[in-house]
């Protein structure tokens, strides 16, 4: 009976220690000054994650590692109106971005990634977002935020970004930027962020667009892609779309068979008209890689 109540006891105490585990390193209380909060993000390894929040402050940031393991480096300074907010995480002995570009090319591993970072956003207050991740992974879900500006920048991370509760942006989005060097980057349900602008930018690595939700409102596309992949999900439905692309010898390109070509290096799909009230334009660049447009159906 001992036995059994100790391991009993043991039990009940086990999930105890696991969720004392996860400690609150950072909160930013709002400002009722603050119309607007200006985020940059900073990470070098590791797994990040990012979620909206019904609460108030407007970062809290959680995490599995004890605060003297790593570092960690808030700055929040008010402007005006506006609440600029730095955070920086930095793993000790995890290598620079040019040692990663270099690890990455000649077979060097990465980090497990066990150590993680829970970051929350209120709903209560726009934001411009910029996220640096150089190593690791991050997942991040925007799902009914206020996101004037988005902007994403990863060295060799894989990473997950956009709406999956279905849940749209708050307010119009004026541009959704995602600049890839080694990692990869999937979009997904990017329509749903409302942007006017989108900007892809692709080195060695991949770029996914999820837009196979009917856009709300015209959208401009400019992607570049030097020897990695941009692959572009249109929906299944008749919708107005003009592809422009300058390629070279050395890349592929491969459209929807919705997507006819007009002109060189221009391709549209019978809908467009060029004044329809939700049309897509890609003005796309590519030297050595691939370019793909896929419908939904045949994803």
């Given at each position: 009976?001992r036995?059994?109540?100790?391991w009993?006891?043991?039990?009940l105490?086990?999930?105890?220690?696991?969720?004392?585990?996860?400690k609150?390193?950072?909160?930013?209380?709002?400002h009722?000054?603050?119309?607007t909060?200006?985020?940059q993000?900073?990470a070098n390894?590791?797994t990040?994650?990012?979620?909206p929040?019904?609460n108030?402050?407007v970062?809290?940031m959680y995490?599995?590692q004890?605060?003297?393991?790593?570092?960690?480096?808030?700055?929040k300074?008010?402007?005006?109106?506006?609440?600029?907010v730095?955070i920086a995480?930095?793993?000790?002995?995890q290598?620079?971005?040019?040692?990663?570009?270099?690890?990455?090319l000649?077979g060097?591993?990465?980090?497990?990634?066990q150590?993680?970072w829970?970051?929350y956003?209120?709903?209560?207050k726009?934001?411009?977002?910029?996220?640096?991740?150089?190593?690791g992974?991050a997942n991040?879900d925007?799902s009914g935020?206020?996101i004037?500006?988005f902007r994403?920048?990863s060295g060799?991370?894989d990473?997950?970004?956009?709406?999956p509760?279905?849940?749209e942006?708050?307010?119009?989005m004026d541009?959704f930027c995602?600049k890839v060097?080694?990692g990869?980057v999937?979009?997904n349900?990017?329509?749903?962020?409302?942007?006017?602008?989108?900007?892809?930018?692709?080195?060695?690595?991949?770029?996914?667009l999820?837009m196979?939700?009917?856009?709300m409102?015209?959208?401009?596309v400019?992607?570049?892609v030097?020897a990695?992949?941009?692959?572009?999900?249109?929906?299944?439905?008749?919708?107005?779309v003009?592809v422009?692309?300058?390629?070279s010898?050395m890349?592929n390109v491969k459209?929807?068979?919705s997507?006819?070509?007009?002109?060189e290096?221009?391709?549209?799909?019978p809908?467009?008209t060029g004044s329809?009230?939700n049309?897509m334009v890609?003005d796309?660049?590519?030297s050595m890689?691939?370019?793909v447009?896929?419908?939904?159906?045949r994803?």
């Open positions: 009976m036995t059994i109540f100790t009993a006891v043991m039990g105490a086990f999930p105890l220690v696991l969720k004392a585990q996860v609150k390193l950072i909160s930013v209380d709002d009722p000054q603050c119309n909060i200006n985020l993000l900073r390894a590791g990040c994650f990012i979620k929040t019904h108030q402050e970062v809290c995490s599995n004890n605060p003297d393991a790593f570092a960690h480096r808030l700055i300074e008010i402007n005006g109106k506006v609440c600029d730095k995480i930095e793993e000790p002995g290598q620079g971005f040019g040692q990663t570009i270099s690890s990455q000649f060097s591993e990465k980090p497990a990634g150590n993680y829970k970051v956003l209120t709903q209560q726009p934001y411009r977002l910029v996220l640096h991740y150089a190593l992974e991040i925007l935020l206020a004037e500006n994403l920048f060799s991370s990473i997950q970004v956009g709406y509760t279905g849940v942006n708050q307010v119009p541009t995602v060097e080694l990869s999937k979009v349900n990017l329509c749903l962020s409302r942007a006017r602008h989108v900007i892809a930018d692709v080195g060695f690595g991949n770029i996914t999820d196979s939700n009917k856009p409102n015209p959208l401009n400019r992607g570049s030097g990695g992949n941009l692959i572009v999900i249109l929906p299944n439905e008749s919708l107005p003009l422009k692309v300058k390629d010898w890349c459209m929807t068979p997507l006819r070509k007009i002109s290096g221009t391709f549209a799909t809908s467009y329809a009230p049309a890609f796309l660049d590519v890689g691939n370019i447009f896929k419908e939904k159906s994803n």
